[in-house]
């Protein structure tokens, strides 16, 4: 059972668009949401990351917004940039000891000129 | 060197060979993680380090073994492989507490394993 699920599976956006990914996530007991962004050649890196305490954080052209009772978060990219182009997870993790987190499938953002 | 580094970046074997992979992180964190990177499928977490304790996938199959000498060095030992083995295999560290959520992971470039 995949706990961790993204939508869509790949996006084409123009330059300045608003691009918008998806993740739903089924444990309740989850209260740590990242998003992680990912290169060509490059591992995986942090953009951004909410806790069920608030509904929306932003960072620049980044924001999350976060639906507790819908088990969904999803990450908004505004005035998206060809250099956005990447690979991004969502992924989820309780408190607790050595808590772990759970990756989604990743989906491959392309920003076009 | 600063952060997390992989080596090999890349490596072709035969499914007889036995070879390491090595990660070496410079941020002074407590926990170190290998994952397996496959096309379409999510990140998948295969062994950690943190804490002085060991916890791993119970899926992942024991021609995998990983090796902790201290909390700057990982290592992957790989021996007997399958095709379907061929993967990205990412190393990470965080800085791990007993009470808290897993923190930020800092990953490494992974090391591109092809198993003929």
């Known amino acids: 059972q995949q706990q961790v699920k993204q939508s869509p599976q790949s996006l084409i956006v123009q330059k300045g668009g608003i691009s918008i990914i998806n993740c739903a996530y089924e444990?309740?007991?989850?209260?740590?949401f990242p998003w992680y962004q990912q290169f060509p050649g490059k591992g995986p890196a942090l953009l951004i990351a909410i806790r069920p305490d608030v509904s929306e954080k932003k960072e620049g052209r980044f924001t999350i917004s976060f639906n507790k009772s819908a088990k969904q978060f999803s990450l908004h990219i505004m005035d998206s940039q060809p250099g956005d182009s990447a690979t991004y997870f969502c992924?989820?993790?309780?408190?607790?000891?050595?808590?772990?987190?759970?990756f989604g499938k990743g989906i491959t953002l392309s920003v076009r000129p | 060197e600063t952060g997390v580094t992989q080596t090999p970046r890349h490596l072709v074997m035969g499914m007889t060979n036995k070879k390491s992979l090595k990660c070496e992180q410079h941020l002074g964190h407590n926990a170190m993680y290998w994952y397996k990177q496959s096309a379409k499928k999510p990140l998948e977490l295969m062994f950690v380090y943190s804490l002085e304790e060991r916890v791993e996938n119970n899926s992942v199959p024991s021609r995998f073994s990983p090796e902790c000498p201290n909390s700057s060095h990982l290592f992957l030992h790989l021996h007997t492989l399958q095709p379907e083995d061929s993967a990205l295999y990412l190393c990470?560290?965080?800085?791990?507490?007993?009470?808290?959520?897993?923190?930020?992971?800092?990953f490494g470039e992974g090391s591109r394993l092809t198993v003929l």
């Open positions: 990470a560290s965080s800085q791990a507490s007993l009470n808290a959520n897993t923190g930020e992971l800092f």
């Open positions: 444990n309740t007991a989850f209260d740590y």
């Open positions: 992924a989820a993790s309780r408190a607790g000891a050595n808590s772990k987190l759970t």
